[in-house]
């Protein structure tokens, strides 16, 4: 591109570069989703559907940006980990929040119509995700944070599984709904749903209860993650690195507070 007076206007463009060697934590968040799942009308307390979607596209994330390792996501946001080494996008900070929350989105919209078919988007209120990326120092810094989300999901499910169960079954307002349940603890919402619903809340899906986590798996050969990477040669890294990129993207409803989730998959946290 030839030279102008006016390209004196690119100075201004300053690119923030994340700290290299942290973990890179992208989470992508549903913008104004309250409204849009009264628009589309998901089921109360949870839309299997709704959820399924968010699960495809964060799949189809993965497979595009084969750097990600594992994702967890509930309801509708969803959680990115990146290689501790990355170099994407030069570690460029507006490139991922940019790159994953418009990615995110292209695929929840391309297939909104295989989950949705009786429920056309309009153009009044389209699906939308923006994203932010969070740099974590250490291994347990990254495991604490995967434990936030997920408890976070069991909370927000009790809580809404009982407001709704109230509303749907027993007829109470949104209002009443909420009046009963302020001040309760855990063990107060479970007693609410198995004496007064009929409910047991460790029968409820665990897709509901502890989220959606995808994880790259590594199959099973003697060049696995756990061999001392200084100890191979450039060409033998390549090729681990290229197979890795290509491993199986695995969908789980597990329990990653666990310090077993971790033990038996050392590569998500290891350079």
Known sequence: MANSKFEYVKAFEKEVYLLPETYMVVRVDGRGFH???????????NDLNALELMNKAAQSVMEK???????????????????KNSEIFERREAKLTS???????AYYNFYWNQYFPNSPLTPERLPTFDARVVLYPNQQNVKDYFSWRQVDCHINNLYNT?????ILKKGLTPQESEKRL????????????????????????????KGTVLIREWEAKD????????ELSKRQKDR??????????????????????WNERPWLLES
Do not use: C
């Open 65 to 83: 940006i084969p750097e990600v390792l594992l994702a967890y996501g509930d309801s509708d946001e969803y959680s990115f980990l990146l290689q």
């Open 162 to 166: 009982t407001f709704w169960q109230l």
């Open 35 to 45: 409204k849009l799942s009264e628009t589309y009308k998901f089921e109360k307390p």
């Open 240 to 261: 681990l690195r290229k197979r890795f990129k290509k491993g199986k993207i695995q969908k789980y409803h597990i329990d990653i507070i666990n310090e077993e989730f």
């Open 182 to 209: 302020m001040g309760t603890l855990s063990s107060d919402k479970n007693e609410i749903l198995f004496t007064e619903l009929g409910i047991n809340y460790n029968d409820e899906a665990e897709i509901y209860k």
């Open 99 to 105: 790159t994953f929350s418009s990615t995110f989105t």
């Open 223 to 230: 060049d696995s993650p756990s061999v001392n990477e200084r």
